[in-house]
C-alpha cells in the first residue's frame, strides 16, 4: 500500500485545513487508516483512527476538532482539522494497518511521508 497525504499548510491560529490521504495498492477498504502527527523533537503522536467499519477514535488533544472520514470509493481518508491552536503544528503522517483499534504506531504497517501543518499565533 502506497500512501501519499496532502492538505497542509502554513495557517493562523483558529483557522480549518483538511488533509487528505490518497492510498493506492492493495484493498483499501480492508485497512484501519491512522494519522499521526509529529512536532519538531517530539515523539510521533497519535491523532486519529477509523477502521473498516468506520468506528473512530481520537486524542483527547483534538477531540471536538477534528474529525476522520473514508472514501473507499476514491481510497482516500481525511482529516477535517477545525479551530486550529499553535500546538497543532507538527508533521501529520497517514498510516493503514490490520489492527481495528490501535492508537500505537508500531501496529500500523504502511505510513506515507508526512505533510507539513504549521499554526501560528
Request: glycine share 8%.
Amino acid at each position: 500500500v502506497l500512501l501519499e497525504e496532502s492538505g497542509g499548510r502554513s495557517v493562523q491560529a483558529g483557522a480549518s485545513l483538511r488533509l487528505s490521504c490518497a492510498a493506492s495498492g492493495r484493498t483499501f477498504s480492508s485497512f484501519a487508516m491512522g494519522w499521526f502527527r509529529q512536532a519538531p523533537g517530539k515523539e510521533r503522536e497519535f491523532v486519529s483512527y477509523i477502521n473498516w467499519v468506520d468506528d473512530t477514535k481520537y486524542a483527547d488533544s483534538v477531540k471536538g476538532r477534528f474529525t476522520i472520514s473514508r472514501d473507499n470509493a476514491w481510497n482516500t481518508v481525511y482529516l477535517q482539522m477545525n479551530s486550529l491552536k499553535p500546538e497543532d503544528t507538527a508533521v501529520y503522517y497517514c498510516a493503514a494497518g490490520t489492527y481495528s483499534d490501535s492508537i500505537y504506531s508500531s501496529d500500523y504497517t504502511y505510513w506515507g511521508h508526512g505533510t507539513q501543518v504549521t499554526v501560528s499565533s
